[in-house]
């Protein structure tokens, strides 16, 4: 059952910033300055884009875009605070979707660039897969608060943590430990004040102390003459030659330009749109589980606005509702830290800083930050949902574990110059690698683990024919293609699709026959009744 927050008298006077504001701002600001560092450095060494278009025109439309989206999050969370009469209301995160990120560079723009060679060509590509998502983000915005309302909470949180687990905390936390000696320090920063109360001096956030230290660390490495943290002074003279004022520019032409690719772009455009309408669902389902109701149309209809308009502007990334509102509640952030982050996403991409932050700031030192939004993350799903519905949070997260394992088994592969279907399916099978088990059950895995998810609840409240239909309805996003298959297409793996059927239509019967001895109770009660 939702959480909704009653209405109150408006607060005396609300707060434009609270000193929780600042853990917040130094957490989630490092936060999205990994993801714009991590997606510089994707268009530079992956697409090989030149440097006037990454920091003359890509990076302010994406900083436009941050700036848009953080500050529109903001003015919903004090209008909520305004009308319930609270002053704990914290505005939702949001952000360039990491997933995405990775899957416009390799699944849309890479391919375009290895054919034409072009990398404008590449990002024009990049540029339609994000317009045609805004689409399908801005009218799926009507259609989500019903599935909200019918999908158990246990199921979405689940779903969830599985990313949390996997995508978000594992690729940090292997990063952390290999350059221990700042990763684990900075973790050991953030955990003592973040979960532990510890005040550092003057105050200073727990965020902006990790960043210190693992920088203090890394350069003082540098006068010892150790290289750690990827910094140093000839990168440092290299970023000041990006300096230079650049506002976002229209970019209508590159925009259409990329439908000649509109085959390439709709494999994946249509079910990563889908997957951006269960996610954000998802993470408005976790603020909410934490106090704050926000209305799940009116935030999927922004994010697909705000990423039309970035993408209009020239950024291949599209806008999401992040993952981690607890988190930055619990740490004290209420609305300011939302349009501060924005406002320094702003000041940093449209000034040409981006460059020289990477050369100054070790990544590593930021990387525990987003370990950590993924352990609170993982434990909400357990925390918020009935203890009787663990199992169900357990068989929500496997999916992803799934996909997860697909994706390092991919990269592992395609590092040693070869793929699976080279390798052979039996031959990794017989050495323990069920790569196959693993990406039928890993393909569409957020959806997946809901419908599994959802199964499960249902049957543990003994709902056994709303758990039918879920099974059913797993059977029919199976057909399509949305789970269990590599892409959208008419009956890809027929099996699952039957086994699906095969439980909806076990789960009725059991549904029926439950009915029948529930009357028969009734019946005999009635009996005995009478007969006293």
Not at 358 to 375: C, D, E, N, Q, T
Request: proline share 6%.
């Amino acid at each position: 059952m939702s959480v909704t927050a009653k209405a109150g008298p408006a607060p005396a006077k609300l707060p434009w910033w609270t000193p929780g504001d600042w853990n917040a701002f130094f957490g989630f600001g490092t936060n999205i300055l990994v993801n714009v560092l991590v997606l510089t450095g994707l268009l530079r060494f992956v697409l090989k884009l030149p440097d006037p278009i990454i920091f003359g025109r890509i990076l302010p439309a994406v900083g436009l875009m941050l700036f848009l989206s953080t500050v529109y999050y903001a003015y919903l969370a004090r209008k909520l605070a305004i009308k319930t009469g609270r002053t704990d209301v914290c505005a939702l995160p949001s952000g360039i979707s990491v997933p995405h990120m990775f899957v416009v560079v390799f699944v849309v723009m890479l391919p375009i660039l290895l054919k034409t060679s072009n990398p404008v060509e590449a990002w024009s590509a990049g540029l339609t897969w994000v317009f045609i998502q805004s689409f399908v983000l801005m009218v799926g915005g009507f259609i989500a608060p019903v599935i909200r309302r019918i999908t158990p909470r246990a199921a979405l949180l689940g779903s969830l943590a599985g990313i949390s687990l996997t995508f978000i905390s594992l690729s940090p936390g292997a990063q952390v430990f290999m350059t221990p000696i700042i990763g684990v320090t900075c973790l050991a920063v953030i955990l003592a004040s973040w979960l532990g109360g510890h005040r550092y001096p003057a105050g200073i956030p727990g965020g902006l102390m990790a960043i210190i230290v693992g920088s203090a660390i890394a350069w003082g490495g540098q006068l010892l003459g150790f290289e750690l943290g990827g910094i140093g002074p000839d990168k440092v003279s290299g970023a000041l030659a990006d300096f230079g004022f650049h506002v976002p520019l229209p970019a209508f032409a590159e925009v259409f330009s990329g439908f000649k690719y509109i085959g390439v772009i709709l494999v994946t455009a249509i079910p990563f749109g889908i997957y951006d309408l269960v996610e954000a669902m998802d993470n408005v389902e976790s603020a909410e589980a934490a106090g704050d109701h926000f209305p799940t149309t009116r935030v999927l209809t922004a994010d697909g606005i705000i990423s039309l308009i970035g993408c209009l502007m020239g950024n291949p990334f599209i806008n999401a509702v992040y993952i981690g509102h607890p988190g930055w509640k619990a740490m004290g952030g209420r609305t300011g830290y939302s349009a501060a982050t924005g406002g320094l996403m702003l000041f940093l991409t449209w000034f040409g800083v981006i460059g020289l932050m990477m050369a100054i700031i070790p990544a590593v030192a930021l990387l525990p930050i987003l370990l950590y939004i993924g352990m609170l993350i993982g434990a909400q799903a357990f925390q918020e949902s009935p203890h009787k519905h663990a199992p169900a949070v357990v068989l929500a997260i496997v999916p992803t574990i799934a996909s997860w394992g697909v994706t390092q088994i991919n990269n592992a592969l395609g590092a040693a110059g070869t793929d699976a279907g080279k390798v052979g399916l039996d031959a990794l099978a017989n050495n323990g690698v069920l790569y196959h088990g693993l990406q039928i059950l890993g393909s569409g895995a957020t959806l997946c683990g809901i419908i599994l998810g959802s199964i499960t609840v249902l049957i543990i409240d003994g709902k056994l024919a709303k758990a039918a239909c879920f099974a059913a309805a797993g059977a029919a996003l199976t057909f399509f293609g949305l789970i269990h298959a590599e892409a959208i297409g008419i009956n890809k793996t027929p099996g699952v699709a039957a086994a699906y059927l095969v439980v909806a239509i076990f789960l009725y019967v059991c549904s029926l026959k439950k009915i029948a001895v529930s009357e028969s109770a009734v019946d005999d009660v009635e009996l005995v009744a009478q007969a006293a």
